[in-house]
């Protein structure tokens, strides 16, 4: 008998729904955030800062949240991280109301909720890979980017609208949806991990073991840096798409619709993922979303919001597809009792240049052309194809129907195997 099917596994369903309603909150507020900076101070290079401040902790603090969810409670390290999210915002929403608003306030808040964000990344690779089967990870990484595509739909047009009613209204949404992702975790019945003995070996040893495991691997070592230039550049395009929408006089409202056409993208490839999967090979998917990039170059060629939302579009397209086998094969090949480790260096790597995409779009906006600033990033666009085109670790990728369960990976040389039983949390 085989697995069930993904929509009647209970807890992966309050996994997916918990994670939906929160991640529409935080959507709200990507867009929300710029916009209030761009209100208070009316500088582009200061709203790229907020970006900054709100991804900073993704890199920063990656790594040390991966050790912390190998070695404690995932779920209530995601259920903490979740308070922490909602006490940010809502205190932000609430200096809003009472108008004592400032620039520094707006940063501490975007920086605390992504150490909140960081630290819940980290927990949820683990608590997905407990809920499904091996042999199901491709499936489920494909209904966790549709249930990303479509927040990305309905998120920026509710922080778009939420904040021309009221400038506090996006934050104050973007709490309560934190209470509905708790809500959801506690339902769940699953231990988020197998049973681990401790790890007496130094913090510095423990991380070296997850790096040695993601650098053993050159597809997954080679598409972490992949995705780190992608991470720099995608951001800094949708700054640019808000810096961009307001200069040519788009209220809030018409700004956040233009994400969501970014979304409506992503909503498609998800859909389609299956389809894609089915048909093409990792590699070829993988070389696809790269070659997506080259759309950037028409608005160079005719500098229009609607022409750059459109390139960022296409690329929507091919994400969703490119993060299900790519996430599917890296949770099937990674033990349980590394998930956190490695993916905190995965992430720290993808995300390391992620921070700096926003800033560097917002100084160039302030200082050159849009035309100049969105070519600079067409250009490393072009660079980061030709690379995956030409890899040996992307034309060996491995297939993921050839994929053991995680059980059946090889560990590294000398490290120990564990038992495989799970323990109540």
């Not at 956040?256 to 998917?285: E, K, M, Q, W, Y």
Request: with cysteine; net charge positive.
């Amino acid at each position: 008998m085989g697995p069930i099917p993904l929509r009647r596994n209970r807890d992966f369903v309050l996994l997916q729904t918990g994670q939906l309603l929160s991640a529409a909150g935080s959507q709200a507020t990507t867009i929300a955030y710029p916009l209030l900076v761009l209100a208070v101070t009316h500088s582009p290079a200061q709203a790229g800062l907020v970006t900054f401040a709100r991804l900073l902790p993704l890199s920063a603090l990656g790594l040390a949240a991966g050790i912390a969810a190998d070695r404690w409670n995932r779920r209530r390290i995601m259920i903490a991280a979740d308070a922490v999210r909602a006490v940010a915002v809502a205190s932000l929403g609430t200096a809003v109301l009472a108008g004592r608003i400032s620039l520094w306030a707006i940063l501490l808040a975007a920086f605390v909720e992504g150490v909140g964000a960081t630290f819940f990344n980290a927990g949820q690779p683990g608590a997905l890979r407990s809920v499904v089967p091996a042999a199901q990870l491709p499936a489920a990484a494909g209904v966790q980017e549709t249930r990303r595509a479509t927040v990305w739909v309905a998120g920026p047009p509710l922080g778009g609208f939420l904040f021309g009613l009221d400038r506090a209204l996006p934050f104050v949404v973007d709490a309560i949806s934190y209470a509905f992702s708790t809500a959801a975790l506690l339902a769940m019945r699953t231990p988020f991990q197998e049973s681990r003995k401790r790890n007496r070996a130094p913090l510095r040893a423990q991380l070296a073991e997850g790096f040695r495991f993601l650098w053993a691997h050159p597809f997954l070592r080679t598409s972490t840096f992949l995705y780190g230039i992608g991470n720099f550049i995608g951001p800094a395009l949708l700054l640019a798409i808000v810096v961009v929408g307001r200069r040519d006089g788009l209220s809030a409202g018409e700004i956040g619709l233009l994400a969501a056409a970014v979304g409506g993208g992503t909503l498609v490839g998800s859909l389609l993922s299956p389809l894609f999967r089915s048909r093409l090979s990792v590699r070829a998917i993988l070389v696809l979303e790269l070659w997506t990039w080259l759309g950037c170059w028409f608005f160079v060629v005719w500098p229009n919001v609607f022409v750059l939302t459109g390139a960022l579009v296409l690329f929507g397209v091919a994400a969703p597809v490119t993060d299900s086998v790519v996430v599917g094969s890296r949770l099937a090949l990674t033990p349980d009792r590394l998930v956190g480790r490695v993916e905190s260096v995965r992430t720290t790597i993808a995300l390391l240049a992620a921070p700096l995409g926003p800033p560097t779009a917002g100084v160039l906006l302030a200082s050159v052309s849009e035309r100049a600033t969105v070519a600079v990033f067409a250009a490393l666009g072009l660079a980061l194809a030709v690379w995956g085109t030409l890899s040996p670790a992307i034309r060996a990728a491995p297939r993921v129907e050839e994929l053991g369960t995680p059980a059946q990976q090889p560990e590294p040389p000398g490290e120990p195997r564990v038992c495989r039983r799970k323990v109540p949390e």
